[in-house]
């Protein structure tokens, strides 16, 4: 028998999700496929399709895991720090925060914990009273030891025995690292524009005509050209579907903030602020601050949006150019058709409040790999990959959509037209059976929402945005209390503990000779 051909495999766009998928294809296949990733000029400056910080879910060490890099390889090369939760400020009132942290929920008599703190919390934070992490938060501790080994002792069923974490990470750099690591083990790149896209009779794509190197010829084309859509949405005409009913926001603008990170300190979340027409991303990575404004234009002008975001930095913003932009929120209605896969924005995005695309890079990549190698071999494999994609690019506009129905400020007409946005009808029918009883992932209460999110996940926003009536089980009340008070206090002890323990982010990173 003989032996085929290895898969031609195109790539279109670099930044984070072409050389993600590009190495993570040949971590896979190595050189039984052969991979040319084409980068504009504008794609290799480009850090992403918002500011050029990434803040990922906490399963994103797992790509690193399958590249065979360690955290010391290329941690510092991205100027990347540990994130333990996000902490939401200012959306319930003024002053008032909340973590979202990535630890699960333990639980006491069958019900969560989430649920004892309902019926009979032991303070007004729930986020102190249920994870161990807030008080990690709040304190900026490290999730790792002097000597790098990772928390442990933690106990409880559904907490296993290491504090979970993710990552913030300049975006620019983790792609310049990628590109390396991946020519390294033979992906062709070519620096070049596409200018046309030409099909066959079937309505395929044939092969990609580029202004400096000609035709260039595939068997499988991956789209990571964007919110551009360039193969996907342009050439295959795979209509767009918007979230702009459901989620209220159209605009950014964004800033990269050196900072001296001794003196503040390298917070181990990332914070999102609401503002009077939207919220502020604040993300620390090792040298620097990475902010941005999400904001809806009908309330705001990009001048006063830029205007609110320099004055919340402060003085370190004076002489930064500021980044404005415009954003496609929603999805593509296929991310694969015929021998075309969109990864990364091209094929769907949610505003960055708790979504992270990096991530939902790395869900597409391993589900890509699943379904290798193509269209017209495996058609009930890539009707599996489309339905995998659109489920959690859904999942997360309903939770993002949570956040604002939720949010208790309606101190200007932005926060008071939020509550009239359009619910998706699944998330609705949620909202009401949450009204009966929180999410808890034993019962109804939302699915585990593709990378990162889960039942914990919804009920941290439940709670800690406050608009919304919530009440324990009825059988919460008649169930015995002492297994949830043992829990409650073993939450305390373990934080306190961690906290005497574990270095502040900034020690960690000092002591590995990061900081510059």
Not at 167 to 172: E, G, I, T, V
Not at 425 to 445: N, T
Request: hydrophobic share 40%; proline share 6%; glycine share 10%.
């Amino acid at each position: 028998m003989g032996t085929r051909n290895p898969e031609n495999v195109v790539i279109v766009g670099g930044g984070v999700a072409g050389w993600m998928t590009a190495s993570y294809l040949k971590a896979a296949f190595s050189d039984r496929i052969s991979i040319t990733l084409i980068e504009s000029g504008s794609d290799a400056a480009a850090a992403g399709p918002l500011s050029g910080d990434e803040t990922t879910f906490s399963d994103f060490g797992r790509f690193f895991d399958f590249l065979g890099l360690a955290e010391e390889d290329w941690m510092p090369a991205c100027n990347a720090a540990y994130k333990l939760a996000v902490r939401v400020q200012d959306w319930n009132r003024p002053g008032q925060h909340f973590y979202h942290p990535f630890e699960q929920t333990r639980s006491a008599g069958g019900f969560p914990l989430t649920e004892w703190w309902l019926h009979n919390g032991p303070s007004g934070r729930f986020d102190r009273d249920c994870f161990v992490v807030a008080s990690l938060c709040d304190a900026g501790r490290s999730p790792r030891h002097l000597d790098g080994s990772p928390t442990d002792g933690l106990r409880g069923e559904a907490v296993g025995g290491q504090l979970p974490y993710a990552y913030h990470l300049d975006a620019a750099l983790l792609a310049e690292y990628l590109g390396d690591h991946a020519r390294g083990r033979g992906v062709r790149c070519l620096t070049d524009e596409v200018a046309e896209v030409r099909l066959d009779e079937r309505g395929w794509i044939s092969h990609l005509v580029t202004r400096e190197h000609g035709e260039v010829h595939g068997d499988l084309f991956v789209d990571c050209t964007g919110f551009q859509g360039l193969l996907i949405n342009r050439a295959l005409r795979v209509p767009f579907v918007s979230y702009q009913g459901a989620l209220p926001n159209d605009s950014v603008v964004a800033l990269q903030v050196p900072a001296d990170m001794r003196a503040r300190g390298i917070a181990p979340y990332t914070t999102a602020t609401a503002r009077s027409a939207g919220w502020i991303w604040t993300i620390p990575l090792v040298s620097r601050l990475g902010t941005g404004y999400v904001y809806a234009r009908d309330y705001c002008s990009p001048e006063e949006a830029e205007r609110t975001l320099r004055a919340v930095v402060g003085p370190e913003a004076a002489e930064v150019a500021a980044s404005h932009g415009t954003l496609r929120v929603g999805r593509s209605r296929q991310a694969w058709k015929n021998n075309c896969v969109a990864v990364g924005a091209s094929a769907g995005f949610v505003e960055p409040l708790a979504c992270s695309e990096a991530s939902f890079v790395h869900h597409a990549v391993a589900e890509l790999v699943r379904s290798f190698p193509g269209a017209d071999r495996q058609p009930e494999a890539v009707a599996a990959f489309n339905a995998s994609v659109a489920r959690v690019t859904d999942d997360a506009r309903d939770f993002l959509a949570l956040h604002y129905q939720g949010a208790a400020r309606e101190d200007s007409q932005y926060w008071r037209d939020t509550k009239t946005q359009t619910l998706p009808r699944a998330l609705a029918e949620r909202i009401e059976r949450w009204r009966a009883r929180m999410p808890d992932a034993g019962a109804d209460g939302g699915p585990a929402a593709g990378p990162g999110l889960t039942p914990d996940s919804y009920a941290c926003i439940l709670l800690g945005t406050g608009a919304m009536p919530l009440r324990p089980s009825p059988a919460v009340s008649l169930a015995d209390d002492e297994a949830a008070r043992r829990q409650f206090a073993e939450v305390r002890d373990t934080a306190r503990a961690l906290v005497d323990t574990l270095p502040s982010q900034y020690e960690y990173f000092a002591q590995m000779g990061v900081p510059a």
